[in-house]
């Protein structure tokens, strides 16, 4: 089966009639049947580390619309939570977590080969998912990016600018680049553990990479996954790695040959065109239509969806969006992409 599973193929070089189809945020707010357990579990972080019902909102998009991959219900911060930050979420504002700031914050902190006792119940939906999707569905794992990730841990919240992260790594490099560290041995085990529990896919999200220029996309961005990508395809080596850098402009170019991943997803920030031409000549790519299109449909959201599709055309190509779907989505819209991408 695994041999025609469509996004599996696309990832291993093969060029589609239709390219396969899933959505960042795939499960979320913008469903009800999401909302509806989201309140039976209680709050988000509940939902999250509820395996039962963190596989039923994996599954609500697989049910509703027949994308051809699912991805795991989770948090990019469950990880530092897992090393053993406090970690929070205020309604209407997002995450919250102590800060890692000084040596003796970092210190605090538990090794890597310490997570699996907090992130055990995430490892269970996979194993519930691997079960319960469809065969011709594939199983997406994913994990934050190192940068991305502290950027949460040295700021304690989201941030416009990443502004404090940036900060710290040019004031005390010496720190920053021992959380980077732990922060790359907890992304492999945590992935690595993801596909013994069953995940066919993982994906490597860098959120906020757009905000490091220069050398530091290198030092920050792109060796980090490198390493994890180098160290994952050494425990399993058939297990194909999506790499998203969001924002990277022009440094989308060779990303994928220079990390090992097996595939490059495109934020809505760069056309297909340029895309087709500078990213896809090495390989897979994902995306990347805007995440407006889901809310504002009409001919526009047909039209963008097909110079996407026809872009791409020429090589392999998972469809996506730039970004996740947010909250305003009409669910119609969703499906008016996907018979557009399927030609219905």
């Known amino acids: 089966m695994t041999q025609s599973k469509k996004i599996l193929r696309a990832l291993a070089g093969e060029t589609l009639d239709t390219p396969p189809i899933w959505m960042m945020r795939q499960a979320g707010r913008y469903l009800p049947e999401y909302r509806a357990t989201r309140s039976q579990a209680g709050d988000f972080l509940s939902l999250c580390y509820n395996s039962e019902l963190a596989a039923e909102v994996t599954l609500q998009p697989i049910r509703r619309y027949g994308f051809d991959a699912s991805i795991l219900f989770a948090d990019i911060l469950l990880l530092p939570q897992a090393l053993g930050a406090d970690l929070w979420f205020v309604t209407g504002e997002g995450p919250r977590l102590s800060t890692i700031q000084t040596q003796e914050d970092f210190d605090k902190l538990k090794s890597a080969s310490d997570i699996d006792e907090v992130l055990n119940p995430i490892y269970e939906t996979v194993r519930i998912l691997s079960r319960e999707l469809p065969e011709e569905t594939t199983l997406i794992g994913f994990a934050g990016a190192p940068w991305t990730v502290a950027t949460y841990m040295v700021a304690g919240r989201g941030t416009p600018d990443q502004g404090p992260a940036h ?60 390493k994890i990508i180098a160290a994952l395809k050494a425990r399993h080596p058939n297990v194909p790695v999506i790499a998203f850098p969001r924002g990277a402009g022009e440094r989308y170019i060779g990303f994928g040959q220079a990390t090992g991943a097996d595939c490059v997803a495109l934020d809505d920030g760069v056309t297909p065109v340029w895309a087709a031409e500078h990213v896809q000549k090495d390989g897979c790519v994902q995306g990347n239509l805007k995440s407006s299109h889901m809310v504002t449909g009409g001919q526009a959201l047909i039209d963008e969806t097909r110079k996407i599709v026809d872009a791409f055309g020429k090589g392999p190509h998972i469809f996506n969006l730039g970004h996740g779907i947010t909250p305003d989505a009409d669910p119609e819209n969703v499906q008016l992409m996907i018979d557009t991408v399927r030609g219905k």
């Open 167 to 226: 900060a710290l790594k040019d004031s005390n490099p010496a720190l920053f680049d021992q959380i980077i560290e732990r922060l790359i041995e907890g992304t492999i085990d945590y992935l690595s553990r993801q596909i013994d529990a069953g995940a066919e896919v993982v994906k490597l999200f860098d959120s906020w990479a757009g905000s490091l220029k220069g050398a530091d996309f290198d030092r920050y961005a792109l060796e980090p996954a490198k």
